[in-house]
């Protein structure tokens, strides 16, 4: 029953001892491989403990006992099971896209919890990112900047949506501003913009059906009453071939699909199958 790493070639697997005796050793990864390990195979370096921090899992993976990389990937694997897809490295947060909607992740009592509490006090999450950034702004009389990277499909996009709801309730909710309706539209034109530009940057590949074709640094610009009052977003890098050319399987940009779903028969002027986004392709390009 003990938990081991077992080396396999370069990778360490996490394992459990499923039997032993004084000749061999019988492993079970947790990938489902049953292992035979003879007397004379076994060395420590082959097959070592799992040390209590990896076998229970931690939040901030700067704690875990064990830093190699087998270690920080079954510390991710064993959150996202359990649809923790958030996880801290000391002061940067490592998002697993989960492919599903996670019941209350997002919703107005998170947004709520977090704004309320600092970094740190509650589980990991993009929300507790933003919360400290839309704090600092005061505690450090800075601006403040927020990195997102990843491979293409791994939900920066999205993450950056998650990013400025929370900003922009925060902005709503700000003391001593006026809820005046000028105020209001700021936030609402900044995110109701993703869909725009995603109608024009954003194309299906083949690793994400709502891939952004372009990169964007978005600026937003805060009273000092904590309102957002302004902001812009610079786009740089659109693959531009893509609008004569793709990829088998893949698509050109949402929006000539948009406007062919929303042509009239009569003045579509060829008989091109015109494929429907759906709002899997892309949240609200076809609006
Ligand atoms: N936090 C999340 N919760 C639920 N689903 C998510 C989340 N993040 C991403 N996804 C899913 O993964 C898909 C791809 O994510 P996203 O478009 O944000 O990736 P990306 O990193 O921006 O990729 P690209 O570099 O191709 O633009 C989304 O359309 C959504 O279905
Ligand atoms: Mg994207």
């Not at 700067?62 to 990937?73: V, W």
């Not at 977003?233 to 949402?254: A, C, F, S, T, W």
């Not at 779903?261 to 392709?281: M, S």
Request: charged share 20%.
């Amino acid at each position: 029953g003990a938990r081991v790493w077992l080396r396999d070639k370069e990778l360490l697997l996490p394992a459990t001892v499923s039997s032993r005796s004084h000749d061999d050793l019988v492993l079970t990864t947790d990938y489902g491989e049953v292992m035979y390990l003879q007397q004379g195979e076994l060395s420590r370096d082959q097959v070592f403990p799992m040390h209590l921090t990896s076998i229970n899992g931690v939040e901030d993976m700067s704690s875990l006992a064990e830093l190699h990389e087998a270690a920080i990937m079954y510390n991710l694997y064993l959150r996202y099971q359990k649809d923790c897809i958030y996880t801290n490295i000391g002061s940067i947060l490592a998002a697993v896209n989960p492919y599903k909607q996670i019941s209350g992740l997002y919703d107005p009592a998170a947004v709520d919890l977090y704004s309320r509490h600092h970094l740190g006090e509650l589980p990991p999450h993009i929300f507790a990112v933003a919360n400290e950034c839309y704090r600092c702004l005061w505690k450090r009389h800075d601006s403040q900047c927020v990195l997102i990277s990843v491979e293409s499909g791994a939900g920066k996009t999205e993450s950056t949506k998650l990013l400025l709801q929370f900003l922009s309730v925060m902005s709503q909710n700000s003391a001593g501003t006026p809820q005046s309706e000028r105020s209001i539209r700021v936030e609402q034109a900044i995110i109701q913009s993703s869909p725009i530009m995603e109608a024009f940057g954003n194309a299906k590949t083949v690793y994400n059906n709502n891939s952004s074709r372009f990169g964007k640094f978005i600026q937003l610009h805060f009273s000092q009453s904590g309102n957002i009052h302004g902001g812009c977003i610079i786009d740089y890098l659109l693959e531009k071939n893509r609008v004569v050319r793709q990829n088998p399987g893949e698509r050109n940009y949402h929006i000539f699909y948009a406007l062919l779903a929303g042509a009239d028969k009569n003045h579509r002027g060829c008989n091109l199958p015109v494929e429907t986004p759906t709002l899997e392709d892309s949240d609200n390009t076809a609006s």
